[in-house]
């Protein structure tokens, strides 16, 4: 039945403003607004429709594409939309595509690394869309090792231009969404040669196709690189392959900002340091763990809201079978990512302060904490994006077989999601940069105070002497002994691997033996920081009835969740005894209870429309069977009772005439 809330007994069971939680986890009332108010404006206007999307062939899919971002642009100008208003709209039409390289890679990268000069000419005819760009970094033999990229920019003083180049078919840069059929410039990266001398790698301002007709330019060879995993998912995106033949450009179009090449070939390093290339990086993995809170929010609103609808075994006397929602074994699988979810929010709005604070800093010449923001940010892009790619599959599961159908929205979103596990940093790669950083934080204990999150290493010995103390279920709910325990086990095996290391002669051939115990380490601090900064944030003021008591809960899952999950850690490093983790086990068990009434307002707090959740189970009115019964019809393979091919095929086999069909 259409306009009845099958879900409204569950929502009334809410012991919380939810309104007041949708301010908390937009983060103020203004973000809510906006993003309120763009997610309607994309959800009623039918140009953005996107249930047939994974029904499409690859050339009709993306010309679709191109159209819904020529409708965005047309009304991000007509409605003369801010910046953070267009953010929201491309953000909630769901669909990548060539403008999210543009606006999130090739202008930050122009306004990261250009000089005065550069920005000026390149920044405004980007910011109109008069010319598209895309970042070209990535290479068919090289990804995570920048420094072993293979196209090469040679100076040529004669003319004062740079020669591109791809000497080898490895050096193909190969990926760059954008790059393969739309984008009239790129960013590239590459080998700098001077006067025969390698001097890094750098990014170089370069137009790939006329602006006229759109053809590649003289000595450039591009095209895309072909379908990718899933249905629609990523394949809506061109990324591509490009080739450069001894390419020229004029010299004032390599990014100059930290280091300078004249006319006559001398190299000049700047005034500004090199380090402010961190600061984009750091900017760039603040946003992908925001979006790992988004993709994984969504998915939790979908797998809660139907593990609610849905009913299995239980019925007594005939009475209504039980809720999937109430089997301990649901809980204890789907509460832990709701936690996540909000966990993963809270902690990407402290990276985004983190950010401005960094940024102030590096304006006033301040390099003292970027280490450390930058080891963070690694560290915090790895673990938030594996966790989420994990737990998007994890609800797929949770909804049964009906998850494994396109329209319950999450086999397009695990497809879309699962590439920001290596795109900006292998996630494994980056876990072990953190793991540099600790060892190096812990060589240095004797003479130099560690800073931000790697504070509590300042406190090693304690953490290392003085073991646990709770005894009762109830002291596990203490913020103190929580942060705690994930203090000692950071610090015990981060100094563990430190002290391991120093046996050997050779240090990096011992990094390269405890390679993954370096890697355990680095998440055990790094989920350290999400803990800390959740507990952080419940400390603050926050607003509404019921609210901050709901979050607590929440907090407290996601910290025993993963005490439960690493119990070998805690044990194995002499901090918990098994009492102990059984204690917390025993806590774990009744917080599941205690979100249970909540659940589903938790998720409705997410303000998720049903056109961006594009998902028939995860529907806000719970109403699923009707839709997936009328979805199916839908399905161009249901456009006749007889299949085409039926009779050619089919047909013989049936009729025994299979020596005279037509194969």
Known sequence: MEGV???????????????????????????????????????????????????????????????????????????????????????????????????????????????????????????KMQIIGCYAQTELGHGSNVQGLETTATFDPQTDEFVLHSPTLTSSKWWPGGLGKVSTHAVIYARLIVNGQFHGVHGFIVQLRSLEDHSPLPGITVGDIGLKFGNGAYNTMDNGVLRFDHVRIPRNQMLMRVLQVTKEGKIKQSDVPRQLIYGTMVY??????????????????????????????????????????????????????????????????????????????????????????????????????????DGIEECRKLCGGHGYLVSSGLPELFAVYIPACTYEGDNVVLLLQV?????????????????????????????????????????????????????????????????????????????????????????????????????????????????????????????????HKHQ??????????????SLANDQLRTLYSKVRPNAIALVDAFNYTDHYLGSILGRYDGNVYPKLYEAAWEDPLNDSDVADGFHQYVQPILKQKLHSAKL
């Open 435 to 563: 793991a540099r950083f600790l060892v190096k934080t812990v060589s240095e204990l004797g003479y130099k105070k560690p800073v931000g999150t790697t504070g509590y290493m300042g406190r090693a010995a304690d953490l290392l002497q003085n073991n646990c103390a709770i005894q009762t279920v109830e002291e596990w709910l203490n913020p103190d002994a929580v942060v705690e325990a994930f203090e000692a086990r950071a610090a015990r095996m981060a100094v563990s691997c430190g002290q391991r290391l120093a046996k050997f002669e050779n240090p990096e051939e011992g990094f390269a033996e405890l390679a993954a115990d370096l890697v355990e380490a680095s998440v055990a601090h790094c989920q350290l920081i999400v803990v800390s900064k959740f507990i952080e944030k419940l400390q603050q003021e926050i607003p509404g009835k019921g609210v901050k008591e709901s979050l607590e809960v929440l907090c407290y899952v996601y910290a025993l969740f993963l005490v």
């Open 284 to 389: 760039v993995r603040q946003t992908i763990v925001a979006d790992a809170s988004k993709a994984l929010s969504r998915a939790v609103c979908i797998a809660t809201r139907y593990s609610a609808v849905r009913r299995q075994f239980g019925s007594r006397n005939g009475g209504p079978e039980t809720q999937v929602i109430d089997y301990k074994t649901q809980q204890s699988r789907l509460f832990p990512l709701l936690a996540s979810a909000y966990a993963f929010r809270f902690v990407g709005e402290w990276l985004k302060w983190l950010y401005m604070d960094v940024k102030q800093r590096l304006a006033a010449n301040d390099f003292s904490t970027l280490p450390e923001a930058h080891a963070c940010t690694a560290g915090l892009k790895s673990l938030t994006t594996t966790a989420t790619a």
């Open 568 to 581: 070998g850690d805690f044990l194995a490093t002499g901090y918990l005894t098994p009492k102990q983790a």
């Open 5 to 127: 809330d099958y879900l409204s007994d569950e929502r009334n069971k809410a012991q919380f403003d939810v309104e007041a939680m949708k301010v908390a986890w937009a983060g103020s009332r203004e973000t809510l607004e906006v993003s309120d108010r763009m997610a309607k404006l994309v959800a009623n206007d039918p140009a953005f429709e996107k249930f047939t999307r994974p029904m499409l062939g690859r050339k009709e899919l993306f010309k679709n594409t191109l159209k819904k971002a020529a409708y965005a642009w047309k009304l991000i100008v007509n409605l003369r939309l801010s910046e953070e208003e267009a953010k929201c709209l491309r953000f909630y039409i769901d669909e990548p595509a060539y403008t999210d390289l543009h606006w999130g890679m090739f202008i930050p990268a122009i306004e990261g690394q250009g000089t005065e000069e550069q920005k000026q000419k390149w920044l405004p005819l980007a910011q």
